[in-house]
């Protein structure tokens, strides 16, 4: 998987995309807006059940009071905690569809570094061009054509 100038590559297909609002950086730091350049392991999927099927039998559902922590002076920082959780944090059962679907990056996980940047998600976009806050947004049906199809090997490379 290989994002391009022109989308995000896998398979033989390319997918028009959104990235970050701060484009790509080799030096991301936490709340910069960027996507991280680098090749990237897959490390996880997650899914709403209430929304939709397991789109891989690998992937764990998103259920109520899920949130992931950014917020780097707690140790649970670029993890996924669970509310109540008094700390920054990204709610991941959202009212919106964006994370129906997601799938974890391994960027700054599992050890990770404090200020460098929470979580890289791929998820759903909230329109063509609209960007995101350092994931990868693609349309709603091709992330779920991309989902099922990614293997343990599968790497995301942002050049």
Known sequence: MVLTPTGLRFLGQTFP????RGG??????EGDGATPRGVHR????????DRM???????????????????????????MVRAPY???????????PLYDLVI???WNWP??????GSAIFIHQWRRPGFPTEGCIGLRRDHLHWIAPRIRYETRLIVA
């Open 42 to 49: 897959l490390v996880g999927m997650l899914y709403r059940p």
């Open 17 to 20: 995309c959104t990235i970050g």
């Open 86 to 96: 008094p700390h920054s944090h990204e709610r991941l059962r959202r009212a919106d």
């Open 24 to 29: 790509i950086r080799r030096k991301k730091r």
């Open 53 to 79: 099927a397991r789109p891989a039998d690998w992937a764990l559902p998103i259920r109520p009071g899920d949130l992931w922590s950014d917020d780097p002076r707690h140790e649970d920082y670029n993890l």
């Open 111 to 116: 050890y990770p570094v404090k200020g460098r």
């Open 104 to 106: 974890l990056t391994d």
